[in-house]
């Protein structure tokens, strides 16, 4: 279906009003879609979702469904990447100004691809770092990265983080704020920061870059910056020496950093305790809300914490439309004079008729050729500023765990975790990472808990954090069900140090950046994989007695 044929098989005849365009339009997945973006990206020459030609190709992480999805991308959308970035930095900026500093900004481009009709396929973000504007703007909003861009578009991850650490302490007077795409990629630089710090003082010491760095490339571009300085690694180390278990590291590596800037909500969340840990009385400012397929909202109350961040929507960098997640019973049986609706997707609602309090699931269109889009991501109208809703993640609509009539989110999945290690912190111990499945195998079906735990805790502990996540799965569904046994007792299974490392490099091996990288929360039957690499590295298991 190319651009120009639209109107005439929609029916749509020219016309450009939201009412036809809403009568006419199907609302429709990326699975109704692939079919004309796989033309696109095999190089037919007629317009096809747009009239202008798709440039470039987002692939998304594919941590949500366990496969990436090809989305379009153009200038038109690099655009409104630019214009969400700017209106963020002039609200944030008032609240916490920076001047004339630099960014410890932890982001990494994915190696790109070329598609069968030689279009460049590269993660969203990589399509962005590479973009030729966004060094101009990093540099107009006083943000520009402070390590070089053979860093950033190094091939080994691992060896662009270490520099990354490593420009940060040589500019280390000068970082005024630290940044990364997702709250994960921060955490992770810190964790390793504890593993190699003592690396790094050395190469600052000598002046010379250790040899863990093998691509010329990288090296060249370090050996610019990396001269020796004893004083400083002699400061690094008193500063490393004087924690208490790392508490207040970024503010002690760096004393004039004014905030920590990056996408903590949502799947983000669960990394805050230990990126405040980190930060101490560092302010943590969640980035805007976005997606592979396009952005929607920008960050314009960031002195609000993470947990309660809202999002203006943009209205003029798409067409935003809402599903509305529940609707007043009593008025559509008097309406309808029936019940039949309750099986039936409510119609969705414009920009300006949501209302206040109420959930919604998020349809765009915007201009890389995605009509009337189901993004899957639910939300809650918080208010309004001006005439323009403020919208608060919640949660994404098909990441649930289900058996019988249960239907537990990924928000419910995080609480009730949350509730768990509060247990074990008791003993000064954490989880450093989690992930669910459903295991039907068994008869009734149970849920599947994993954790990584940063250290040894005793049998009694875990079969009551067992318990404790039983218990706190608050979905009536679960509920109803596990008092009758039609679902099973839940499951517990710990698994050892590094597992979900290893889920990471699988999925950096199949060409997902770090800078995009989401744990999967609920790995699904289209994920064997990542669920191998679970099972597989089960050191313990319980089961709950809570029901």
């Not at 007629?46 to 989305?71: A, D």
């Not at 924690?243 to 983000?268: A, D, H, R």
Request: with cysteine.
């Amino acid at each position: 279906m190319d651009a120009l044929s639209i109107c005439k098989i929609w029916g749509l005849n020219g016309r450009t009003d939201p009412e036809s365009f809403k009568a006419c339009v199907p609302l429709v997945t990326h699975k109704d879609l692939e079919p004309c973006i796989q033309r696109v990206a095999d190089g037919a020459f007629s317009p096809i979702l747009t009239r202008k030609p798709i440039t470039t190709i987002s692939i998304s992480s594919g941590t949500t469904q366990g496969k990436p999805k090809f989305v379009p991308f153009n200038d038109e959308l690099m655009e409104t990447t630019l214009q969400i970035f700017r209106t963020s930095f002039a609200f944030r900026n008032k609240e916490f100004p920076i001047e004339n500093g630099r960014a410890l900004q932890f982001i990494y481009s994915s190696k790109q691809i070329k598609t069968k009709g030689g279009l460049f396929a590269g993660t969203a973000t990589s399509n962005v770092f590479r973009n030729s504007q966004f060094r101009k703007a990093m540099k107009a909003m006083q943000s520009e990265c402070c390590s070089p861009d053979e860093v950033i578009f190094g091939p080994d991850f691992h060896q662009s983080l270490y520099c990354h650490l490593l420009c940060g302490l040589i500019f280390h007077e000068e970082i005024q704020l630290v940044s990364s795409t997702f709250a994960y990629s921060i955490v992770l630089a810190f964790r390793t920061f504890e593993q190699v710090w003592e690396e790094l003082c050395d190469d600052i010491r000598e002046g010379v870059l250790r040899s863990r760095i093998t691509f010329p490339s990288v090296r060249s571009a370090m050996a610019k910056l990396l001269k020796p300085n004893p004083e400083l690694a002699d400061l690094i180390e008193k500063k490393c020496s004087g924690l208490s278990n790392w508490y207040g590291l970024i503010p002690e590596l760096f004393p004039n950093v004014k905030y920590i800037y990056g996408i903590m909500t949502g799947c983000m969340e669960p990394y805050l305790k230990k990126l405040r840990h980190y930060a101490a009385d560092v302010p943590l400012i969640s980035a805007d809300y976005g997606s592979s397929e396009g952005w929607i909202g920008a960050n314009i109350n960031p002195s609000l914490p993470p947990e309660s961040a809202t999002y203006a929507v943009l209205p003029n960098i798409g067409y935003f439309e809402f599903i509305p997640l529940k609707e007043n019973v009593e008025e559509h049986m008097q309406d309808n004079g029936n019940v039949s609706f309750l099986s039936m997707e409510p119609k969705p609602v414009d920009l300006t008729e949501v209302r206040v309090g109420e959930e919604y699931e998020v349809i765009i269109t915007n201009f890389g050729g995605l009509y009337r889009y189901k993004l899957g991501d639910v939300v809650k109208v918080m208010g309004f500023h001006n005439s323009t809703p403020e919208l608060k993640f919640v949660c994404r609509r098909n990441v649930m765990l289900a058996i019988n009539i249960d239907k537990s989110t990924e928000q419910d999945l995080q609480l009730a975790v949350e509730e768990a290690a509060k247990l074990i912190a008791k003993e000064k111990l954490e989880v450093i990472d989690f992930s669910s499945n459903v295991d039907v195998s068994t008869d009734p079906g149970h849920y599947v808990v994993f954790w990584e735990i940063s250290g040894e805790v005793s049998d009694e502990v875990l079969t009551e954090c067992c318990n404790c996540l039983d218990r706190s799965f608050v979905d009536g569904g679960y509920v109803s069900s596990r008092k009758v046994d039609a679902i099973g007792p839940l499951e517990l299974r710990v698994v050892r140090r590094g597992t979900f490392q290893k889920i990471l490099d699988h999925y950096l091996g199949l060409g997902a950046a770090l800078s995009q990288f989401k744990t999967p929360r609920c790995v699904g039957p289209t994920n064997n994989e990542v669920l191998q690499i679970l099972c597989d590295n089960v050191a313990k298991n319980y089961f709950s007695t809570a029901f």
